[in-house]
């Protein structure tokens, strides 16, 4: 049977017993380091190789995960609340096809 991936990140965690490293804040500096890294592939061009941004979007994801998992959230579950915010906050009526900010959708 395949290991799930929270279970394989968890084990290659603990294996190496990294999770002392692993305090909210410092995976939340590791979330933008890595989505710094993304970028840089875009600096100056908008064709980065898919190879290497592949990578840094993995990075970004599997910390993205650990930092949800270490504050107790289940990544599924508050995306997906999120989503039904960004819903309300931006109605089809008055956000498609615009790049308003929610808060300016009235005004225009
Ligand atoms: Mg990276």
Redesign the pocket.
Known sequence: MREDTKSWIQRFVAERDWEQFHTPANLAKSIA??AA??LEHYQWSDDAELSEVQ??I???LIYTHMLAWNLGLDPDTIMREKLALNERKYPVAKARGKSTRYDRLDSE
């Open positions: 380091i890595e890294e993304l990578e840094e993995a990075d970004v």
